[in-house]
């Protein structure tokens, strides 16, 4: 069973621009979640997508913002790209997203970096 | 909000040896699980252990055992007979069964093993 795949690996971006980041879950996981990871704010979980429905916000501003596809792949977008976006980006993937008696699969993440 | 604290930047070990790697949490909620996660160099997040907080149990999993005081609001790691594949990030998190999958982090632990 493949596991949870993130793309790209690498991205360098510019300030201003925005960039679209890429996770496909574990065939037949309807929950996706974001984190981003850096070393001075370490990890904060950005959203949580089930069944194509935002239900759970972390604390970041509107320029980031995802969705999630029928066949449960999801995509983070990030606009006007700021230095401090530069980070790893993870995504998690479980069966049903109730937390109870779950496992989270994370990703391999996209590491971002603004200049 | 609740938080998790690692009060351990860096801890080191001899192989073959065993090290207990400490985290705090606090929260107001009963029904709560708790992770250790391990990060190496590859960046990929691994669930290493989980406890539920309504298990008086301590968890195991082979040589990886947490010990789990509720009322302290404490969740240790004990890594018996390290081995250099240990080395690694490690994370304690948190998770609020009402909020699904939205895992609280601390800020890690550096494990390095020593040959």
């Known amino acids: 069973k493949a596991g949870v795949t993130q793309t790209p690996r690498y991205l360098i971006k510019t300030r201003g621009q925005q960039v679209t980041l890429s996770c496909s879950p574990i065939?037949?996981?309807?929950?996706v979640s974001w984190y981003q990871q850096t070393p001075g704010q370490g990890l904060q979980f950005l959203f949580e997508y089930f069944s194509e429905t935002q239900r759970n916000k972390g604390n970041f501003p509107g320029r980031f913002s995802g969705r999630q596809f029928s066949n449960s792949r999801s995509e983070m977008n990030v606009s006007t790209l700021e230095l401090g976006d530069s980070a790893l980006y993870l995504c998690?993937?479980?069966?049903?997203?109730?937390?109870?008696?779950?496992?989270?699969?994370f990703g391999s993440g996209t590491q971002l970096s603004v200049l | 909000a609740q938080t998790v604290t690692q009060s351990q930047p860096e801890m080191s070990v001899q192989e073959a040896e065993t090290v207990t790697l400490s985290c705090t949490y606090d929260t107001s909620e009963s029904d709560y699980y708790l992770f250790w996660y391990k990060q190496p160099p590859s960046r990929q997040m691994i669930l290493v252990i989980r406890q539920e907080a309504y298990k008086q149990q301590n968890a195991t999993e082979n040589r990886f055992s947490v010990n789990f005081q509720k009322a302290a609001k404490s969740f240790s790691l004990k890594i018996s007979d390290s081995q250099l594949g240990d080395a690694a990030m490690y994370f304690c998190a948190y998770m609020n069964v009402e909020y699904g999958n939205k895992l609280v982090f601390g800020a890690g632990t550096i494990l390095r093993v020593k040959s």
């Open positions: 998690a993937s479980s069966l049903a997203g109730t937390g109870k008696n779950e496992k989270l699969f």
């Open positions: 065939s037949g996981h309807r929950s």
